[in-house]
């Protein structure tokens, strides 16, 4: 295979359009006994001649004008390249790849998903639904370069290998039948359920957050049933068989249940993102070699839309709801 050395055929090209090895040199700030040395070595690696005398001036061979077409579609390609670099270093294209758990998908990533084909049409955004251990040990080796789970799921602020950023606090409403009678009392808080049945996660800490959550409210939950997802959750409160804690991005609305916002007592789960420490910062530089270009911003376009699967998470006890002032019972890691 012929040596096609990308600045000798970018010499050649600047002769087709300057017509003399003088103006050539000017062009690019060579001499004109360079220029002829790099040619005469670009025709040897080629093995065809590329220039004829023609009195005191050189014209092109039908070899150096074959050469050229081709090269006129490696630059292009090479123009193309430079500007999706261009583009990529300035966080305008390439590919985000997020580990999500469950109800973080319809709830965050896909509205982020869809804010960012709006504003950053190149950007490709690939979505891998994962648990807290499995989106931080694929977050670990490269496999995804953001990772979004509960704080209380997270690793350690003190973690070398990850940098963690605070997303959003997620309150915990109450689920009731719609005929039940608190369903529309005012100032509902938790203590007002004391006597109720209560609708557990099957297993996993999710049974820790409602036990907690009703304890700080000073009373002991009594456990009637237990699920693993909250569509199965919902559904048992529709009939009437209990209430639950359900977090507000699960909550799927349903013409049964009529989802109550505590008034005091009320707890919260924050949404965390993570990525690797040094990824983004300073531009690009902080990434291994090989590594993809994460991005450490916070995703766009929040929603209240619910996942199904209860994802047995601890909500966290140090930051609490913006949107309001922090309360005394407010749980965590």
């Keep these: 295979?012929?040596?096609?050395?990308?600045?000798?055929?970018?010499?050649?090209?600047?002769?087709?359009?300057?017509?003399?090895?003088?103006?050539?040199?000017?062009?690019?700030?060579?001499?004109?006994?360079?220029?002829?040395?790099?040619?005469?070595?670009?025709?040897?690696?080629?093995?065809?001649?590329?220039?004829?005398?023609?009195?005191?001036?050189?014209?092109?061979?039908?070899?150096?004008?074959?050469?050229?077409?081709?090269?006129?579609?490696?630059?292009?390609?090479?123009?193309?390249?430079?500007?999706?670099?261009?583009?990529?270093?300035?966080?305008?294209?390439?590919?985000?790849?997020v580990g999500a758990f469950s109800t973080a998908v319809p709830a965050l990533v896909v509205p982020a998903v869809t804010a960012l084909r709006a504003t950053h049409p190149a950007v490709a955004v690939r979505v891998r639904e994962a648990e807290a251990q499995e989106a931080y040990e694929l977050l670990g080796a490269g496999e995804v370069d953001l990772a979004l789970s509960l704080a209380a799921q997270a690793p350690s602020a003190a973690d070398p290998r990850f940098t963690r950023v605070p997303l959003l606090a997620d309150p915990l409403d109450v689920a009731l039948p719609h005929d039940h009678p608190l369903a529309r009392a005012e100032g509902l808080r938790l203590s007002d359920l004391?006597?109720?049945?209560?609708?557990?996660?099957?297993?996993?800490?999710?049974?820790?957050?409602?036990?907690?959550a009703c304890e700080a409210a000073g009373f002991r939950p009594h456990r009637g049933h237990a699920a693993a997802g909250w569509t199965a959750i919902l559904a048992m409160v529709e009939a009437g068989m209990g209430v639950a804690l359900v977090p507000r991005m699960a909550a799927v609305p349903r013409d049964g249940v009529t989802m109550r916002e505590l008034r005091t007592d009320r707890p919260v789960r924050h949404v965390v993102a993570a990525v690797r420490r040094g990824a983004g910062e300073g531009g690009r530089g902080g990434q291994r070699s090989g590594d993809p270009a994460p991005t450490g911003r916070r995703p766009p376009g929040m929603s209240r839309v619910g996942g199904d699967r209860v994802d047995g998470s601890v909500p966290s006890t140090h930051c609490t709801d913006p949107r309001r002032a922090p309360t005394a019972t407010e749980f965590g890691a």
């Design 1 to 97: 295979m012929a040596d096609w050395d990308i600045r000798k055929l970018q010499i050649l090209r600047t002769l087709r359009e300057r017509g003399t090895v003088t103006a050539t040199a000017e062009a690019l700030n060579m001499t004109p006994s360079a220029v002829s040395q790099q040619l005469a070595n670009l025709a040897r690696q080629l093995g065809v001649e590329l220039l004829r005398a023609q009195g005191r001036r050189v014209r092109l061979t039908d070899a150096a004008l074959l050469v050229l077409r081709h090269t006129e579609a490696v630059f292009e390609q090479l123009e193309r390249a430079d500007a999706e670099l261009a583009a990529y270093l300035r966080g305008e294209a390439g590919e985000v790849r």
């Design 194 to 212: 004391a006597a109720e049945p209560w609708i557990f996660g099957a297993s996993g800490p999710w049974s820790d957050i409602t036990r907690g």
